[in-house]
Nanobody
Framework: VQLQASGGGLVQAGGSLRLSCALSGRTLNNRAMGWFRQAPGKEREFVAAIRWTDGTTDYEDSVKGRFTCSRDNAKNTVYLQMNSLKPEDTAVYYC??????????????????WGQGTHVTVSS
């Protein structure tokens, strides 16, 4: 399973970005997906995840109401729409994939497949 994250960049506070994560080599169907981020000097933290069963989502508290995770199984792609960005959202953002039909997880340890990360910088 290969994951390619894209869409990062530099944006002013209050702005928006949409991250994409394209999965190749395997189908996205029946696979839970997650987004995580790691800021300089900090641990990798959960941002969002989306179930394969019904497409419902979970979010880290600080991004609720601002970020939206979605999936397009036909395009084998997961998205993270990020609005009202804040300087504290600055980090490298990673997408992660579960094994097909595997359980849903909010922990990085629950995902065996990872993309290379895309940088998001929010200026104040």
């Amino acid at each position: 399973v290969q994951l390619q994250a894209s869409g990062g960049g530099l944006v002013q506070a209050g702005g928006s970005l949409r991250l994409s994560c394209a999965l190749s080599g395997r189908t996205l169907n029946n696979r839970a997906m997650g987004w995580f981020r790691q800021a300089p000097g900090k641990e990798r933290e959960f941002v969002a995840a989306i179930r394969w069963t019904d497409g419902t989502t979970d979010y880290e508290d600080s991004v609720k109401g601002r970020f939206t995770c979605s999936r397009d199984n036909a395009k084998n792609t997961v998205y993270l729409q990020m609005n009202s960005l804040k300087p504290e959202d600055t980090a490298v953002y990673y997408c992660a994939a579960q094994k097909r039909f595997a359980g849903y997880s909010l922990s990085a340890d629950g995902y065996p497949y990872w993309g290379q990360g895309t940088h998001v910088t929010v200026s104040s």
